[in-house]
């Protein structure tokens, strides 16, 4: 059974910082794609940042964090992260782990749980 546990979220200031943390167990390796998503209230859920399980990790970033977020995962404890700087009330969202994987020839997605991101002074 795949399980996505977020840890990270809370309460900043504009400008600050945050690291949210996914830890994956089950059958999740370091070779299945993650993603961060986010939804805020009123809003749909948008993608945040991906990085895929092959290579060296190939990234890609929502337009709106572009050089702000960061990222990344760690393969020997089957996590990823996504450090988040320079942050803005518009960032604040449920922010959601995502993970993808085939099951029985059919492609499934994989969700945490969430956490609270909430930028405000």
Avoid at 1 to 10: A, D, H, I, T, Y
Avoid at 20 to 30: E, P, V
């Amino acid at each position: 059974q795949v399980q996505l546990v977020e840890s990270g979220g809370g309460l900043v200031q504009p400008g600050g910082s945050l690291r949210l943390s996914c830890a994956a167990s089950g059958s999740i390796f370091s070779t299945n794609p993650m993603g961060w998503y986010r939804q805020a209230p009123g809003k749909e859920r948008e993608l945040v940042a991906r990085i895929t399980g092959t290579g060296r990790g190939s990234t890609n970033y929502a337009d709106s964090v572009k050089g702000r977020f960061t990222i990344s995962r760690d393969n020997a404890k089957n996590t990823i992260y996504l450090q988040m700087n320079s942050l803005k009330p518009e960032d604040t969202a449920v922010y959601k782990c995502n993970a993808g994987a085939v099951k029985s020839g059919a492609w499934i997605n994989y969700w945490g749980q969430g956490t609270q991101v909430t930028v405000s002074s």
